[in-house]
Nanobody, 128 residues
């Protein structure tokens, strides 16, 4: 069982930066796919960044070059540094985790339904 607790977020102006954090309690999250998703009002939840179990990270095209996901393994914490924020980044942001097994696990998924554990969500609002 993994429990994810998010922090960070808030309301900023376009061009500003924010950092989100997601702390996991339970088994070491180095064996988990760790992801950031977001959901804007009236839209489906979409992936933002996926950290695979090999440490590599994929970013959605809309945030590539502006957002950076990082991990603090000692604290089992995943961060999302968001720079050059745009109004269209306004959404509820969620971290998510999914256990991976084996020495060569499959790549982490991009769909929300591929993740079992979710943080409580944190609102990011960017005004122009």
């Amino acid at each position: 069982q993994v429990h994810l607790v998010q922090s960070g977020g808030g309301s900023v102006q376009a061009g500003d930066s924010l950092r989100l954090s997601c702390t996991a309690s339970g088994p070491k999250f180095s064996s988990y796919c760790m992801a950031w998703f977001r959901q804007a009002p009236g839209k489906e939840r979409e992936w933002v960044a996926i950290r695979d179990t090999d440490g590599s990270t994929n970013y959605a095209e809309l945030v590539k070059g502006r957002f950076t996901a990082s991990t603090d393994n000692a604290k089992d914490t995943l961060h999302l540094q968001m720079n050059s924020l745009k109004p269209e980044d306004t959404a509820m942001y969620y971290c998510a985790a999914e256990r991976r097994y084996g020495s060569t696990p499959p790549a982490c998924g991009l769909a929300p339904d591929e993740y079992t554990y979710w943080g409580q969500g944190t609102q990011v609002t960017v005004s122009s």
